[in-house]
């Protein structure tokens, strides 16, 4: 069972450059999420999908989009690569439906994409 | 202010001590406490889960949560070298992880 995979594992891009970060979970998950992890920030939601063909922004969504491919894949798009954007981006998944416990507030992490804009 | 302070350490103890980490929030919404681990160059996993207030313990791991201070706290017993990680605590007010906030992360080091 694999989980939450990401690809690439690592990227170098030039300022301006374009690229795009994959995202694949393999529990049937509904909900899935990017989050970017900064030194001394901890981590934050860039954008999320509820559910399949779904998306909304979360607290740093600027400068990326995404897309729910289907139920198994989030895709994560930086147009124009800027400095401001090197940092380390985490894919997550969280079960479908609500508990009484609230245990589709749990998130399943990748293991991180790192990602330096030169 | 953050929502979520979390000391980030470095923390050094030696093998075997009893470890105590901490967490303050402001949000008296929240009511879905999360202790996540991770390892250098690794995704964050989750190690702890806790509904509203009281202790959940799970082996040399508890957890606790305060929500009348807003303190919540993981303690590790007979602590190891592979309990050395960073460990972030997250918390929400309502369902869903959406709307999970995150503390800084307190980097743990266990010397044998």
């Known amino acids: 069972n694999a989980g939450v995979t990401q690809t690439p594992k690592f990227q170098v891009l030039k300022t301006g450059q374009s690229m795009t970060l994959q995202c694949a979970q393999d529990?049937?998950?509904?909900?899935m999420y990017w989050y970017r992890q900064d030194p001394g920030m901890g981590l934050r939601l860039i954008y999320y999908s509820a559910s399949e063909g779904t998306t909304d922004k979360g607290e740093v969504p600027n400068g990326y989009n995404v897309s729910r491919l289907n139920k198994r894949e989030f895709s994560l798009r930086l147009e124009s690569a800027a400095p401001s954007q090197t940092s380390v981006y985490f894919c997550?998944?969280?079960?479908?439906?609500?508990?009484?416990?609230?245990?589709?507030?749990?998130?399943?992490f990748g293991q991180g994409t790192r990602l330096t804009v030169v | 202010q953050k929502e979520v302070e979390q000391d980030p350490g470095p923390l050094s103890v030696p093998e075997g001590a009893i470890v105590s980490l901490n967490c303050t929030y402001s949000n008296s919404a929240f009511q879905y406490f999360m202790w996540y681990r991770q390892y250098s160059r690794k995704g964050p996993e989750l190690l702890m889960y806790?509904?509203?207030?009281g202790n959940k313990e799970d082996g040399r791991f508890t957890a606790q949560v305060d929500k009348s201070s807003k303190y919540i706290s993981l303690f590790i017993r007979d602590s190891q070298p592979s309990d050395s990680a960073t460990y972030l605590c997250a918390m929400s007010a309502i369902q869903g992880a959406q709307k999970l906030v995150f503390g800084q992360g307190t980097r743990l080091t266990i010397n044998p």
């Open positions: 529990m049937n998950h509904n909900s």
């Open positions: 806790t509904y509203s207030s």
């Open positions: 997550a998944s969280s079960e479908i439906s609500a508990t009484r416990s609230g245990r589709n507030t749990e998130a399943f």
